[in-house]
């Protein structure tokens, strides 16, 4: 397993024993491992039942991609750096979400975001995924010498409830 239940009354879940999230919804929510060639981590889902897709509505996925060569180490990273990475990253998300079946509908130009918690490179960007609109929100940092993505999507169509939660949650992530 990628990730545990540490504290059940707060939803909080320790992810490949280097990060902390917490984990709230009012929808049902799942927890996958990913553990891909380059990419390891869990992913929550969160699927609406009271719809009648079996599809998830929003997801936070919480992954080591360390061994991805193309995923830049942004512990590294200056703000002059930003622009030029930025471009970089738009061709590579934009290729792989094509070999996917989706497409980039809108790119949003990437951020070095510094917290008390946690430095790291903001990305958000919207794709069309099987004829709906979906907000991606992508959060690269370093965590003991981990190269570490946080994903976070959800419907446009419902970013009314699902922004503030997903946005929430990237926020506060910590590293252990």
Same mark, same amino acid.
């Given at each position: 397993m990628n990730s545990r239940l540490v504290d059940s009354d707060k939803g909080i879940f320790e992810v490949l024993g280097t990060v902390l999230v917490r984990i709230s919804s009012p929808y049902w929510t799942q927890s996958l491992d990913v553990n891909e060639e380059e990419c390891r981590g869990t992913i929550f889902r969160f699927v609406d039942t009271e719809s009648d897709e079996d599809r998830a509505i929003a997801s936070i996925k919480i992954a080591d991609v360390s061994r991805d060569t193309s995923e830049p180490n942004v512990s590294l990273l200056s703000e002059g750096d930003v622009a030029a990475l930025d471009k970089k990253m738009q061709g590579f998300i934009e290729a792989g979400l094509s070999t996917k079946g989706m497409r980039l509908v809108r790119w949003m130009s990437s951020k070095l975001n510094k917290t008390d918690h946690l430095s790291g490179l903001v990305t958000p960007f919207i794709v069309e995924d099987d004829g709906r609109q979906r907000?991606?929100?992508?959060?690269r940092f370093?965590?003991?010498?981990?190269?570490?993505?946080?994903? !976070? =999507?959800?419907?446009?169509? *419902?970013?009314?409830?699902?922004?503030?939660?997903?946005? !929430? =949650?990237?926020?506060?992530? *910590?590293i252990l």
């Amino acid at each position: 397993m990628n990730s545990r239940l540490v504290d059940s009354d707060k939803g909080i879940f320790e992810v490949l024993g280097t990060v902390l999230v917490r984990i709230s919804s009012p929808y049902w929510t799942q927890s996958l491992d990913v553990n891909e060639e380059e990419c390891r981590g869990t992913i929550f889902r969160f699927v609406d039942t009271e719809s009648d897709e079996d599809r998830a509505i929003a997801s936070i996925k919480i992954a080591d991609v360390s061994r991805d060569t193309s995923e830049p180490n942004v512990s590294l990273l200056s703000e002059g750096d930003v622009a030029a990475l930025d471009k970089k990253m738009q061709g590579f998300i934009e290729a792989g979400l094509s070999t996917k079946g989706m497409r980039l509908v809108r790119w949003m130009s990437s951020k070095l975001n510094k917290t008390d918690h946690l430095s790291g490179l903001v990305t958000p960007f919207i794709v069309e995924d099987d004829g709906r609109q979906r907000q991606f929100i992508e959060l690269r940092f370093s965590a003991d010498s981990k190269k570490m993505v946080v994903q !976070g =999507t959800f419907d446009i169509d *419902r970013s009314k409830e699902l922004a503030a939660p997903i946005f !929430g =949650t990237i926020q506060n992530i *910590r590293i252990l």
